[in-house]
T-cell receptor
Framework: GENVEQHPSTLSVQEGDSAVIKCTYS??????FPWYKQELGKRPQLIID?????GEKKDQRIAVTLNKTAKHFSLHITETQPEDSAVYFC??????????FGTGTSLTVIP | SAVISQKPSRDICQRGTSLTIQCQVD?????MFWYRQQPGQSLTLIAT?????????ESGFVIDKFPISRPNLTFSTLTVSNMSPEDSSIYLC?????????FGQGTRLTVV
């Protein structure tokens, strides 16, 4: 099955700085890569996604890049704010439509 | 997006007992998924539940421990059987929307 790795596990940045989280996946058949934000005690919520036929996607302060050849994708958050503090999960959707998640990154934005 | 209702939201159970978690969706979906999220950990896929067929389990999960029902296209249950403290976790049901996964609010299970 699919194996998704995520780094770093924890990340602290000063407010206004950028944060980058990286993921790799193993199954070349995976074709969709969402990113989820999970606040304490809440369910994961989709923040951005990218399909396998696209190399980059941006939505305001959030961007995602995908390198299919290398099987890695990254989340970029610019101008970070304290409310960006949460746990972020990358995921890959396998050919059978199951989602496999990375191990998570706990992001802390220091005011 | 679909509305996913999951219950119970939390429970404290004695070891050796079983708990059945229910997941109701407000629209018909072909596939439903069950995940486990242990404290401070990621979401681990337990199984995929298709209506009218047996669930497909991921490596490390077996039907005897986590039996799943899928009687129709809007409902599924996950049972955690013969519980031990190691089963203490959050269990989430999930469906796929147009592309992304949506989640129920989760069931926080504590086994004592």
């Amino acid at each position: 099955g699919e194996n998704v790795e995520q780094h770093p596990s924890t990340l602290s940045v000063q407010e206004g700085d950028s944060a980058v989280i990286k993921c790799t996946y193993s199954d070349s058949a995976s074709n969709y890569f969402p990113w989820y934000k999970q606040e304490l005690g809440k369910r994961p919520q989709l923040i951005i996604d990218i399909r396998s036929n696209v190399g980059e996607k941006k939505d305001q302060r959030i961007a995602v890049t995908l390198n299919k050849t290398a099987k890695h994708f990254s989340l970029h958050i610019t101008e970070t704010q304290p409310e960006d503090s949460a746990v972020y999960f990358c995921a890959a959707r396998a050919a059978g439509n199951q989602f496999y998640f990375g191990t998570g990154t706990s992001l802390t934005v220091i005011p | 997006s679909a509305v996913i209702s999951q219950k119970p939201s939390r429970d404290i159970c004695q070891r050796g007992t079983s708990l059945t978690i229910q997941c109701q969706v407000d629209s018909q979906v072909t596939m439903m998924f069950w995940y486990r999220q242990q404290p401070g950990q990621s979401l681990t896929l337990i199984a995929t539940a298709n209506q009218g067929s047996e669930a497909t389990y991921e490596s490390g999960f077996v039907i005897d421990k986590f039996p799943i029902s899928r009687p129709n296209l809007t409902f599924s249950t996950l049972t955690v059987s013969n519980m031990s403290p190691e089963d203490s976790s959050i269990y989430l049901c999930s469906i796929q929307g147009i592309a992304e996964a949506f989640f129920g609010q989760g069931t926080r299970l504590t086994v004592v």
